[in-house]
């Protein structure tokens, strides 16, 4: 299941009026496709279109989003931290004491975080209910803060070490071996291990979660991190500082391509108008190892998501329908599949039954195919997802 938030669905056009008059839509067909002018998309905006591409003050959050794809699935650290907890954009220093301690903001706003992004996972889903792993779980949080510079992100991580242990007197250090530059303490007796390491511009934190408290262990959980971490970093290449308002929000026009409600006053933020790899979708997975799989088969290298729907960018058509049949097949037994509309080729669509969560899922998702792209729309009502899934498939013709 890739858990996505849920986000108030717009007003949508329910006169009979509006959905006859919104069914004509631009474009020509091509041999073998509908005749996109005569789906039914009601309301929804479906010819070619493009964002504002300056950045403007959201160059970090954009930055921020290039970086995801440089941080580490849990299952990349060990194929036993399978269970993805998600991931997590943090744009700002008050983000960022999700993560860390909350006497950690001011060293954050004196050395100038300028983004972070989160990967979190664990060997076993959390207990039915709960939002924190059990006991008896191994967990990771995987951390990574960018700052101006190496000084200030070494100045960042050895203030941060050093707020973290004064939080308790029963904190002690430990040291690792494999990587000696790593600020490392836990309290004997807790199963837990908090680390920050400054590599470059950025700081690594993590926080560790064993089964028993054990010193040892817990560092050598560090150490097998850091060390599928650090290599990573070390291929991605940061923007200059004074570089970031020069990023394009939708380069590749791949926001432009997801259908949506309104299509005024997106902003970049991570969560509802956002570009990340494949990555992304790993940690959002119950089986990390099989999500990185399909990704690595069908050739993902971008998914952009506008509000909560979401358009994702494979290696050609048959990766599409490769796509749709993993995804389906790993959204849970909560969701029961129920026909598509047939005018649009290749749609799949789920609805919730009584085993979901209607505060975390919408009732109906569904997934549509074109060329080498898989929309994936949501919401509430039939009448309007199905118009959705028309007006999905109808901009993506549109937008080639």
């Known amino acids: 299941?890739?858990?996505?938030?849920?986000?108030?669905?717009?007003?949508?056009?329910?006169?009979?009026?509006?959905?006859?008059?919104?069914?004509?839509?631009?474009?020509?067909?091509?041999?073998?496709?509908?005749?996109?002018?005569?789906?039914?998309?009601?309301?929804?905006?479906?010819?070619?279109?493009?964002?504002?591409?300056?950045?403007?003050?959201?160059?970090?959050?954009?930055?921020?989003?290039?970086?995801?794809?440089?941080?580490?699935?849990?299952?990349?650290?060990?194929?036993?931290?399978?269970?993805?907890?998600?991931?997590?954009?943090?744009?700002?220093?008050?983000?960022?004491?999700?993560?860390?301690?909350?006497?950690?903001?001011?060293?954050?706003?004196?050395?100038?975080?300028?983004?972070?992004?989160?990967?979190?996972?664990?060997?076993?889903?959390?207990?039915?209910?709960?939002?924190?792993?059990?006991?008896?779980?191994?967990?990771?949080?995987?951390?990574?803060?960018?700052?101006?510079?190496?000084?200030?992100?070494?100045?960042?991580?050895?203030?941060?070490?050093?707020?973290?242990?004064?939080?308790?007197?029963?904190?002690?250090?430990?040291?690792?071996?494999?990587f000696p530059d790593s600020y490392n303490h836990w309290r004997p007796g807790i199963p837990t291990i908090g680390t920050f390491m400054a590599y470059k511009e950025f700081v690594i934190s993590l926080f560790v979660q064993r089964p028993k408290a054990d010193g040892p262990d817990l560092l050598s959980w560090v150490d097998k991190t850091l060390a599928a971490q650090v290599p990573a970093l070390d291929k991605f290449q940061a923007t200059p500082q004074n570089k970031l308002g020069t990023l394009k929000v939708d380069p590749d026009g791949l926001l432009a391509r997801v259908a949506v409600t309104d299509r005024k006053g997106h902003t970049p933020d991570g969560t509802s108008f956002a570009i990340y790899g494949a990555n992304f979708m790993i940690s959002s997975s119950d089986d990390e190892g099989v999500r990185k799989r399909l990704m690595e088969e069908t050739g993902v290298d971008r998914v952009a998501i506008v509000d909560a729907s979401s358009v994702t960018r494979v290696r050609d058509s048959a990766a599409a329908e490769k796509l749709i049949t993993g995804l389906i097949g790993s959204a849970g037994s909560q969701f029961d599949p129920i026909g598509a509309p047939n005018d649009v080729p290749g749609a799949k669509c789920l609805e919730l039954n009584s085993k979901g969560d209607p505060d975390r899922e919408y009732k109906y998702r569904c997934y549509v195919p074109y060329k080498q792209y898989v929309g994936v729309v949501t919401s509430d009502k039939e009448p309007d997802v199905r118009q959705k899934v028309a007006a999905q498939y109808a901009l993506l013709a549109n937008s080639l």
Do not use: W
């Open 1 to 178: 299941m890739v858990r996505i938030s849920r986000i108030a669905l717009a007003a949508a056009c329910i006169g009979l009026a509006g959905v006859v008059t919104g069914c004509s839509v631009p474009g020509t067909p091509t041999a073998g496709e509908p005749d996109v002018r005569k789906l039914e998309v009601g309301t929804y905006q479906v010819d070619r279109h493009k964002y504002p591409q300056d950045a403007g003050s959201n160059g970090a959050v954009l930055e921020g989003m290039r970086m995801s794809e440089f941080v580490v699935p849990t299952v990349r650290v060990d194929p036993v931290l399978n269970y993805g907890r998600g991931s997590t954009l943090i744009a700002t220093a008050e983000d960022a004491i999700d993560f860390l301690a909350n006497v950690s903001k001011p060293i954050l706003e004196n050395r100038k975080m300028i983004v972070g992004y989160a990967a979190i996972g664990a060997d076993r889903p959390d207990p039915p209910g709960e939002k924190r792993p059990s006991r008896e779980a191994t967990a990771v949080t995987n951390v990574v803060l960018r700052f101006p510079d190496e000084a200030a992100a070494k100045l960042a991580a050895r203030e941060l070490e050093d707020t973290d242990l004064a939080v308790s007197p029963d904190n002690r250090r430990l040291e690792s071996t494999k």
